[in-house]
Every structure is written in C-alpha cells, then in structure tokens.
C-alpha cells in the first residue's frame, strides 16, 4: 500500500486547508491512521490519530485547531486545518501508528503570518 498526501499550499495565518491521504490499498485492516509534519530543521512529528473505532488524539500544538478523520470505505484519511499559524509550516504526511508504510512525499503547508 502506498499512501499519497495532497491538499497542501500557501495560505495566510488564520486560514484554513484541508488535507487528504489516499492509500492504494485498504486501510481498514490499520487501526490507527495518523498525520505527521516535519517543519524546517526540525524532526519529523506526530500531530495527530484516529483509530478505526473513532478515538482521535492530537498534539498539544494544533489540539482545537485540527481534525482527522477517516473514509475506510475511500481508502482515505483527512486532517482538517483551521487557524493556521506560521508554525503550521510544514511538510505533512500520513502513515499508521507504528509506522508501517513507506514514507511518501507529503504535502507542502506554507502560512505566511
């Protein structure tokens, strides 16, 4: 299975973009999809999760901001960005926890403050 991250792009703070991941294959059988970023410099990061059962877990930094969500039936999974901030600025990815898949090419995320 492969997994290709879209949705990315330069938007101002305060804004708001919405990414999508699709697998080649089904996810179904993963129990927890996840997004991840890797800012500039920095190692890449876990920001959020969501379990086929529907628990979600975000990290403290864009908790009450974003979203994750998940179309098994699609093979898809979201995360929903709002209130975007300068350090947003990311490349994103999705993959499982614990990470199974190979690691894609991401997603550009640009915000400009």
């Known amino acids: 299975v492969q997994l290709q991250a879209s949705g990315g792009g330069l938007v101002q703070a305060g804004g708001s973009l919405r990414l999508s991941c699709a697998a080649s294959?089904?996810?179904?059988?993963?129990?927890?999809m996840a997004w991840y970023r890797q800012a500039p410099g920095k190692q890449r990061e876990w920001v959020a999760s969501r379990s086929s059962g529907g628990t979600m877990n975000y990290a403290d930094s864009v908790k009450g901001r974003f979203t994750i969500s998940r179309d098994n039936a699609k093979n898809t999974v979201y995360l929903q960005m709002n209130s975007l901030k300068a350090e947003d600025t990311a490349v994103y990815y999705c993959?499982?926890?614990?990470?199974?898949?190979?690691w894609g090419q991401g997603t550009q995320v640009t915000v400009s403050s």
């Open positions: 993959n499982s926890i614990p990470v199974v898949f190979q």
């Open positions: 294959g089904s996810i179904i059988s993963f129990n927890m």
